[in-house]
């Protein structure tokens, strides 16, 4: 048995996941991941987990379920990584002196299995009393190693918020010096409120709803300082943001929804990115602030999916080409895909879930731009298992079963969106 081999099954025998520190890549120097030795890495992502309702519409009874909600999902689905996408807390219910707590209770059943993280945030993780900056400070402090969501965009909190950076996955084979793989992008869609600010009236101050320009302009930089690294090589990616951006939505209102060939629940409304309403909360409109995101999005090479939460009853997965009433109308074939609710806090009685993702190192090293994916619901079952690949679309797949979660006994439900 080769050494790479045998050190390789010693860690992954004791439940921790391959990573590379700074400087070991062959050619990339930057920490990271990488493939398993059965070739596949595979990524379990939570959306909105709503953890920290309150007690009156059965928070803390929420958060327990919530818990055991990732627990079995982990046993059954141990992945490679865990992305924690987004509205991780209601903030606007949460102490500053608690959040820290929250954070751990989330990352616990993380901890306890040795399994790496890497977080979005959401719009509700944005509070008055929340800093999603403290938020990631307290990930790195239970997590170490575990804990992979950094902040590389430096700049106003309100504007480009926290959770914007990559993580870099390397090959499973090439010793301790592989080659780089895939590429993992997060951004922060922000949202919410922010933090410890009133306006002259002593109401709550907004943040916008969408990934920032200066956000935009660090992604175009990043990939291009990458390409010039891989001359001739483009390196696969898949993205995560916790708000859809608006061609979700356009998708979701046209003619080429259909339950064969985007198999899903589609029960939720999208609410998207740049969205603007009146002083009363109603009459909105698009505002357009997203198109320089997804106009980088479209523009980036050999991007495979984005995958987004927020909406909490739709699950479904989309390729975006050409979208008319769109900007950019082309999206060069990406996947768009949303993940379920997973949390018992917030609104929904659906079974809650998490979508499960799976990408085949042969695939991506023969050419193929391949992503297996679905969701495993709580109570072990499958749903909607697809395979985004050229012809997405127009492959037919089983209807979803739509079903329910019992409610939280005697207490009621969160009303988190």
Known sequence: ???????????????????????????????????????NFKISVFEDLHFGEPADVGGPIADLRTIG????????????????????????NVATANVSDYIDQIVEPLKSRNIPWASTYGNHDMSKTCSTRVMAEREQAVGGKLAWTKMMVDGEYNEVGTSNYYVPIYASSGGGNPRLAMLLWFFDSKGGRAYQQTDPDGEDVPVADYVDQKVVDWFNLEKRAIAQQHPNQPIPSLAFVHIPIHATWTFQHGPNMNSATEPGINEDNIGHQGISCDALGKNCY?????????????ATED?????????????WCMKWASISGNEPPNGNSIHLCFGRHTGYGGYSDWTRGARQIVVHEDSLRGGEREVETWIRLEDGKISGHVVLNETYGMDRYPPVEKTTSAPISGEGKGQAV
């Open 1 to 39: 048995m080769k050494r790479e081999h045998l050190l390789w099954l010693l860690t992954t025998n004791a439940g921790a996941a391959p990573l590379l520190q700074w400087g070991q890549g062959s050619n990339f120097h930057f920490a990271g991941l990488r493939f398993g030795m059965d070739g």
């Open 69 to 92: 909600v990732m627990n079995t999902i982990l046993d059954v689905e141990p992945p490679n990584l865990v992305v924690l996408n987004g509205d991780l807390i209601t903030c606007e």
């Open 286 to 298: 698009w505002n357009k602030k997203d198109t320089p995101f997804m106009k980088s999005l479209a």
């Open 303 to 315: 991007l495979m999916a984005v995958f987004s939460g927020h909406d909490h009853g739709d699950d």
